[in-house]
């Protein structure tokens, strides 16, 4: 069987906005005439002349947070503790630890699309969607979600677009053995703006974050801004999405690819 892959990463960028414009990636091209100099310093005694075409080597310099492009989050981004209802609470796991088996797993695609901007899903919804893909969840599935962010990425509205998962969908999640989840919007939670209304409206300070704080109780990790969902079915893929390791860190970049291929199912 030929192995196909489809790439579920967006790319970093400069021209289309990602992120919030105080936290959005900014990437400076050095061509290869602009690093001759550094080469000339680092080898004594070269001139640009013996370079071939005067050329030296192309480069990048690169101002970003871990949490730009795609990205996998460690549960010590959601919170200092982890694992209160799952033996106990502890420290939460920096990106460096994040065990590598996570991280390489069957995916389940939730086809969330049909859902309004700001929307927060239940267990209900997630119980739901998953009886009609007809697949029963295994520990360790990797779940990701595609929301109508997945269409406005490169849009004005991309920020705000897509619904949320709230705490508890995400522990339908988690008591089920899951331990990665991902989405093609900014954020694993409804779009900040859809929560503060919502907060304004009821006073229940605690839907602030909500997905993401389910990690208190039981530890575990989501990718944000996917991409390419639309193109995945339910189930039958493998995919991998090992995270730069970031000492310490509280996420860590990644090239998230789905993967067919029979070899690697069970």
Known sequence: MTRRLIDLSIYLENEVLSDPPPLAPKITYQTHKDTVAEFTHLIPGTTAADYPDGEAAAAEWVTMTTHSGTHLDAPYHFHSTMDAKNGGSRPSITIDQVPLEWCFQPGVKLDFRHFEDGYVATAKDVAAELKRIGHTLRPLDIVVVNTRAGSRYGHKDYLQAGCGMGYEATMYLLERGV????????????????TAKKIAETGN?????????????????????????????????????????????????????????????D
Not at 179 to 194: E, M, N
């Open 179 to 194: 331990r990665l989840t991902g989405t093609d919007a900014w954020s694993w939670d409804a779009p900040f703006s859809f």
């Open 205 to 265: 300070k605690a839907l602030i974050w909500e997905g993401h704080k389910a990690g208190r109780d039981i530890g575990y990790c989501h990718l944000e801004k996917l991409h390419n969902l639309e193109a995945l079915p339910g189930d039958g893929f493998v995919i991998s999405c090992f995270p730069h390791k970031v000492r310490g860190g509280s996420a860590g970049w990644t090239r998230a690819v789905a993967i067919f291929d029979e070899r690697l199912r």
